[in-house]
């Protein structure tokens, strides 16, 4: 398992990467264990909330997530092959495509059916339960349950994942903390919705269940939107989308401070954790030397442990589509 862990793809992960990857496994299995317990847990107090039941099958949902990570993890240390010259890296995007169709699929069934139930004016009943001989409220076991149960998104493996994740540029365990992250806000709809019905407003438990159903219809295009562009080879960006990679600027500079470079430029493809590369280079000669070639790839090779392909490209002219990135632009976006 060890060895697993380390080969990724044609390479072996860094030591800070070796570390990062085994913690990640780790507490994605410790989420499969506890959101496992929570279900069974929400399944005794569900009643007839509508608020509950949503909650309790976005909890069912959530394990996606964790299982289409570590399923991944099978192929993608796997070494390239004739049949996959790139390795298998684009399973980690697949898991994340999967993980993001099936929560979009399902936030809007779930939505539909809490529009309808306000619709046709449904009220929900809560009954009551004997502890110990005592009658008490089902209301108050749910409350009770959803305030519990929050604490290991919220509070430990949510932020635990969200710091992992930029150390291994894992775009679907950063989606997976941050799903994780705001279960607070499920679980406070759901304390609303049931605390509604005792207080005899019982739209708000559709109302509840209605919110609960958006967020994630959200999650679910956001991730879907995400591993569709990603597979498509969009412009390679940072591990939680918001810039384009800074590693473009590095590999443009670097190119351009070459003597027999005169100009220069990228196109990264990202594939799911690691990079391939292209740099296109205009020499200043007619012709380049192949060591040249080779010591500019081995440099770029060397920059960042996310390449692991690259193809140094000699051109009389730059594409047009290929990234000219500036160090300067690059600093800017990492900043935002």
Known sequence: MSRALHQF?????????????????????????????TIIVVAFVVGNSQAMRTAW???????????????????????????????????????????????LAVGL??????????????YPTIGTVQ????????GWLMVGVMLVIVVGPVC??????????PV??????????????????????TIVGVLGVGLGLWWLDGVAALFISLGIVW???????????????QRARTYDDQAPHPLAAQITEYLRAQPWVRAAAVRMRDQGQVFHIEPFIVPRRRRVLVRDLRAASEAISDLDWKIQDVVVIPTERLPAEADVAEAADAQRQSRR
Not at 131 to 138: E, M, N, P, S
Not at 157 to 165: F, N, R, W
Not at 168 to 189: E, I, P, S, V
Request: charged share 20%; glycine share 8%; aromatic share 8%.
């Open 131 to 138: 502890i110990f001989g005592h009658t008490v409220w089902l």
């Open 156 to 165: 430990l493996y949510g932020p635990a994942k969200s710091k992992l994740a």
């Open 9 to 37: 793809g044609r390479t072996d992960l860094p030591p800070e990467q070796q570390q990062a990857l085994k913690k990640a496994v780790r507490w994605e299995i410790f989420t499969i264990a506890y959101t496992t317990m």
């Open 219 to 233: 999650d679910g295009f956001r991730n879907t939107k995400g591993a569709v562009l990603d597979l498509m080879d």
């Open 168 to 189: 291994l540029h894992n775009k679907l365990l950063y989606a997976d903390a941050d799903m994780a992250k705001a279960d607070w806000q499920t679980n406070a709809a």
């Open 57 to 103: 099958i976005e909890d069912m949902l959530s394990l996606i997530p964790q299982i289409a990570f570590l399923i991944s993890l099978i192929f993608v240390r796997r070494k390239p092959t004739i049949a996959h010259p790139y390795g298998l890296h684009r399973a980690m995007g697949v898991g994340h495509l999967v993980a993001g169709v099936a929560l």
């Open 109 to 122: 069934n779930l939505g539909a059916e809490a529009v309808t139930g306000l619709i046709s004016g449904e």
